[in-house]
């Protein structure tokens, strides 16, 4: 059955702190791949996602994301995080149709100022 | 000027009661979810609905049904609830794509329900 990994429950960082959340999936066929965020007492946003082409992907407010087939991997990336990136962050794959769609258990990352 | 909107935000409500949470899409989206947010963020979904297919998540108690007066709503009831119903429920929308799969979800505000 496809499944979606998420590494990390919770990553405190302190400002100016490089970011790496980590996510693999499971699962055969071609795939469209995404990643959310849940900003506290919100609703889920897109930050970016990855159908085809160049697997390094460029999201919103900083983040990009590498799609790596080869490990089954979309990790998410930000060079330098502010407080404000204080959220639960979700990774998702989209499978063969539209209900087969998983997300991972969320990563909460606390940015402290 | 919500691309997806939801009433109510919060419900309160005791076992053994039926309630229904309304889901409103303005984005033109042909597609539209429903999805189970537990206390530790799991998110897992229950339906997703166009305007030619209903598939339901196979885990889902049949005391949840969607049901859609047309494409732009997708409402679901909920009978009889019991305690392990508590939980968010986010609707969401999104076009199809071509090969059967999804593009970027919109996601609602969420309704949190309580069962007492």
């Known amino acids: 059955a496809q499944s979606v990994s998420q590494h990390n429950h919770h990553v405190i960082l302190s400002e100016a702190a490089s970011l790496e959340l980590g996510c693999n999936y499971s699962?055969?066929?071609?795939?469209?791949l995404f990643w959310y965020v849940q900003y506290p007492g919100q609703h889920l946003q897109l930050l970016l996602k990855?159908?085809?082409?160049?697997?390094l992907v460029k999201g919103i407010k900083g983040f990009e994301a590498e799609f790596i087939k080869s490990k089954f991997s979309f990790n998410l990336r930000k060079p330098s995080v502010q407080w404000s990136d204080t959220a639960e962050y979700f990774c998702?794959?989209?499978?063969?149709?539209?209900?087969?769609?998983?997300f991972g258990a969320g990563t909460r990352l606390t940015v402290k100022p | 000027d919500t691309a997806v909107s939801q009433t109510p935000k919060y419900l309160v409500t005791q076992m053994g009661n039926d309630k229904s949470i309304k889901c409103e899409q303005n984005?033109?989206?042909?597609?539209m979810y429903w999805y189970k947010q537990d206390s530790k963020k799991f998110l897992k979904i229950m339906f997703s609905?166009?305007?030619?297919?209903?598939?339901i998540n196979e885990t889902v108690p049949n005391r949840f049904s969607p049901k859609s007066p047309d494409k732009a709503h997708l409402n679901l009831h909920i009978n009889s609830l019991e305690l392990g119903d508590s939980a968010v429920y986010f609707c969401?929308?999104?076009?199809?794509?071509?090969?059967?799969?999804?593009?970027?979800?919109?996601f609602g505000p969420g309704t949190r329900l309580t069962v007492l």
């Open positions: 969401a929308s999104s076009q199809g794509l071509a090969g059967g799969r999804a593009d970027t979800q919109y």
């Open positions: 699962y055969g066929g071609t795939v469209n």
């Open positions: 990855y159908f085809s082409g160049d697997p």
């Open positions: 998702a794959v989209n499978g063969i149709g539209l209900n087969d769609m998983r």
């Open positions: 984005l033109g989206h042909d597609t």
């Open positions: 609905y166009n305007n030619k297919e209903l598939i």
